[in-house]
Antibody, heavy 120, light 108 residues
């Protein structure tokens, strides 16, 4: 089964940017799409956006429009999420998750999460 | 945006008991594209149910999902010690994909 391995934790200052990576273990992306979800400390899950892997079109939650960019590199089976103009309330664990037709595009496999701390 | 409201917020039960979790949507969920996830402390969520009632690979049959339209239910027929966790519903039939606020199932 495909595994997703995310990059390590990050500490950023307010106003900076962060780019989180998510590498799929398979030789090719087995997914239709990759979504990004975040979870602030002690809070629930918040969907940020997704990318259709082999087409490249992206869809973002309005809350993050203009501040987030999701990309993929199919040659390395890696997805990326960049969040700009960081604020303290962006402190959260960020997850990537696969979307496949097998499970009608629910979020089947998840990365282990990347902690991003925004602090001056 | 579809708002999902889960109830109760916390469910206190003993191992072996039946758990019934509710998820109500502010508008109809297209194609019953409603999923349930389990999350334990320090872990990523795990997909349990998709399409409102289909179990994901490897999920025990004590977990079942039902419902359509705006009302959905996750039932755990007999709680095992490893089932005590937080459960989230999610609709993925329309954008933005949204999650409920979660139900914590704790040991009584």
């Amino acid at each position: 089964q495909v595994q997703l391995v995310q990059s390590g934790s990050e500490v950023k200052k307010p106003g900076a940017s962060v780019k989180v990576s998510c590498k799929a273990s398979a030789d090719t992306f087995p997914s239709y799409g990759i979504s990004w979800v975040r979870q602030a400390p002690g809070q629930g899950l918040e969907w940020m956006g997704w990318i259709r892997v082999y087409v490249g079109d992206t869809y973002y939650a309005q809350k993050f429009q203009g501040r987030v960019t999701v990309t993929t590199d199919t040659s390395t089976t890696t997805a990326f999420m960049e969040l700009r103009s960081l604020r303290s309330d962006d402190t959260a664990v960020y997850y990537c998750a696969t979307m496949t037709s097998v499970v009608t595009y629910a979020f089947e496999m998840w990365g282990q999460g990347t902690m991003v701390t925004v602090s001056s | 945006e579809i708002v999902l409201t889960q109830s109760p917020g916390t469910l206190s039960l003993s191992p072996g008991e039946r758990a019934t979790l509710s998820c109500r949507a502010s508008q109809s969920v297209r194609n019953s594209y409603l999923a349930w996830y389990q999350q334990k402390p320090g872990q990523a969520p795990r997909l349990l149910i998709y399409g409102a009632s289909s179990r994901a690979t490897g999920i025990p049959d004590r977990f079942s999902g039902s419902g359509s339209g705006t009302d959905f239910t996750l039932t755990i027929s007999r709680l095992e010690p490893e089932d005590f966790a937080v459960y989230y519903c999610q609709q993925y039939g329309s954008s933005p994909r949204t999650f409920g606020q979660g139900t914590k199932v704790e040991i009584k």
